[in-house]
Nanobody
Framework: EVQLVQSGGGLVQPGGSLRLSCVASGFAFSRFTMSWVRQAAGADLEWISSITTPEDGAYYANSVKGRFTVSRDNARNVVYLQLNNLKIEDTAVYYC??????????????WGQGTQVTVSS
């Protein structure tokens, strides 16, 4: 059974930083691309980043490029998302997912539980 357990997130002022973590179990983590997506209240899901394996190729949406950094630790089955220079419009629930989200068809069972990031002064 795929399990993705997220931590991190919270309330931060504009310009601040946060780090999100996603611990994976139940599958061969080192063999799968991992993705991060987010959903703001009343908005559609937005893909924001993916990281491949084993080459750790990182890909970002234009909205977060240069501010967010994705990384992974295959020895510990963890994927991270470092959020820097946060903006109010980054406020959303963030999810990690197993696989390349941009290809679609990722079942909800292969998502983390979500973590709220709120950027507010």
């Amino acid at each position: 059974e795929v399990q993705l357990v997220q931590s991190g997130g919270g309330l931060v002022q504009p310009g601040g930083s946060l780090r999100l973590s996603c611990v994976a179990s139940g599958f061969a983590f080192s063999r799968f691309t991992m993705s991060w997506v987010r959903q703001a209240a009343g908005a559609d899901l937005e893909w924001i980043s993916s990281i491949t394996t084993p080459e750790d190729g990182a890909y970002y949406a234009n909205s977060v490029k240069g501010r967010f950094t994705v990384s992974r630790d295959n020895a510990r089955n963890v994927v991270y998302l470092q959020l820097n220079n946060l903006k109010i419009e980054d406020t959303a629930v963030y999810y990690c997912t197993k696989g390349e989200f941009r290809l679609g068809n990722i079942p909800r069972s292969d998502w983390g539980q979500g973590t709220q990031v709120t950027v507010s002064s």
